[in-house]
């Protein structure tokens, strides 16, 4: 990513690991890993990026953690 790239990450809030089967993924396994905001927030500053809009929505009974963050410049 450039410096002052900007990304943008959706995550499913919890803790822990599982994968999940579904028929609308043509019943492909997909691995799902489980963070929080706050993790999230914490790994991406630690990386160099600062946090422009974060936040968690809920999606067909599910939550999901949505972050812009920027990479500052070197």
Do not use: H, M
Not at 1 to 16: E, F, P
Not at 18 to 27: A, G, I, L
């Amino acid at each position: 990513l450039k410096d002052k790239g900007i990304v943008y990450l959706a995550l499913k809030d919890g803790k822990g690991e599982e994968v999940v089967v579904r028929n609308r993924y043509n019943d492909v396994p997909i691995p799902y890993f489980y963070y929080s905001l706050n993790e999230i927030e914490q790994a991406l500053k630690n990386f160099d990026f600062t946090i422009l809009e974060s936040g968690v929505s809920d999606d067909e009974d599910e939550r999901w953690i949505e972050v812009f963050a920027q990479k500052k410049s070197v």
